[in-house]
């Protein structure tokens, strides 16, 4: 390669080292990291720049603990923040030829770059995708017209926490080059 031959390797570790992290150890992440993350979601791209979201960052204790009770697992009250992405239908661009609506892809690449983000400050971080909605809506006081669509759980890695293998398809099983 001639072209970006430094770039390209950091950017590779970068995405090969990001994991789902569940285990948090105690250490507070500071107000600065968790702004250092959500300006990554605020320069992500978006379907005719619409820029449909919006990011709640949440360290308070009592607000972090009923947000880790609306997914209920033991590990993400271990979590010393979380970002929650939310998106707005129709502040979204919609493609005219089938009324496909993009909040949810370019909410999606806001939250990767804030886990690439995560993991490039040594933190740890996890996408959680299977929560209760009503219960966050109700937690967060998040409007109608906003669709509350991942949290982020974020902090230090515990240590005693293994790093979980990474299992991917084969490179031949989903890249073709050419047609189907
Ligand atoms: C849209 C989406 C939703 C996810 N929801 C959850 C979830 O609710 N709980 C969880 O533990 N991990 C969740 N994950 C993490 C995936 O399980 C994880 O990315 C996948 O197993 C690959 O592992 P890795 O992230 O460690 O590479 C989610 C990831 C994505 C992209």
Redesign the pocket.
């Known amino acids: 390669m001639e072209v970006n031959e430094i770039d390209y390797p950091k950017f590779f570790d970068l995405v090969s080292r990001?994991?789902?992290c569940?285990g948090y150890d105690e250490a507070p992440v500071s107000r600065e990291m968790l702004m250092a993350i959500v300006e990554t979601a605020r320069l992500a791209q978006s379907a005719c720049n619409k820029q449909p979201w919006k990011f709640l960052v949440i360290g308070e204790p009592e607000l972090r603990r009923e947000v880790a009770g609306c997914?209920g697992?033991d590990w993400a009250g271990e979590a010393q923040a979380f970002i929650v992405a939310l998106g707005n239908s129709s502040e979204a661009w919609v493609r005219p030829c089938d009324g496909h609506n993009g909040m949810d892809v370019d909410v999606?690449i806001a939250c990767e770059n804030m886990c690439l983000a995560a993991t490039s400050l040594g933190l740890g971080a996890?996408?959680?995708?299977?929560?209760d909605v009503d219960a966050l809506r109700r937690v967060l006081d998040v409007p109608a017209e906003w669709s509350p669509v991942?949290i982020l759980s974020i902090g230090y890695p515990k240590p005693s926490q293994p790093v979980?293998e990474?299992k991917r398809k084969n490179i031949d099983e989903v890249v073709k080059w050419g047609k189907f």
């Open positions: 990001r994991y789902s569940r997914y697992r999606a996890c996408w959680i995708g299977n929560f991942a979980p990474k």
